[in-house]
């Protein structure tokens, strides 16, 4: 099992960049594929990106690539989340979430069983 803490959301105006971090604490943070999802307000939560175990890879939504970067430390059970470029709709409460059936790089957010409690992050115009 693993606990997921995020941290970095806040305010900031578009086009400037925020950084997320998400602290795992438990067994095995190298076995588990980690993802960044949000939720704006009246919608569903959406997959934003993922990095699988290893850290070989990545993959984003549509609306992230391009200006958001996922990354890991294994060693410190660290995912970051780097967004540049923020436009206001990006703007929602962003969870970091952990699947452990490591290796498959999953979108769905069904594949992730961990989830942290979220950070507001709000972009204004």
């Known amino acids: 099992q693993v606990q997921l803490v995020e941290s970095g959301g806040g305010l900031v105006q578009a086009g400037g960049s925020l950084g997320l971090s998400c602290a795992a604490s438990?067994?095995?943070?190298?076995?588990?594929?980690m993802g960044w999802f949000r939720q704006a307000p009246g919608k569903e939560r959406e997959f934003v990106a993922t990095?699988?175990?290893?850290?070989?890879?990545?993959y984003y939504s549509d609306s992230a690539k391009g200006r958001f970067t996922i990354s890991r430390d294994n060693a410190e059970n660290m995912v970051w989340l780097q967004m540049n470029s923020l436009k206001p709709e990006d703007t929602a409460v962003y969870y970091c979430?952990?699947?452990?059936?490591?290796?498959?790089?999953?979108?769905?957010?069904?594949?992730?069983?961990?989830w942290g409690q979220g950070t507001q992050v709000t972009v204004s115009s």
């Open positions: 979430a952990a699947a452990s059936r490591g290796g498959s790089g999953s979108s769905s957010l069904s594949s992730y069983e961990y």
């Open positions: 438990g067994s095995a943070f190298g076995y588990y594929d």
């Open positions: 990095i699988i175990m290893s850290g070989r890879l990545t």
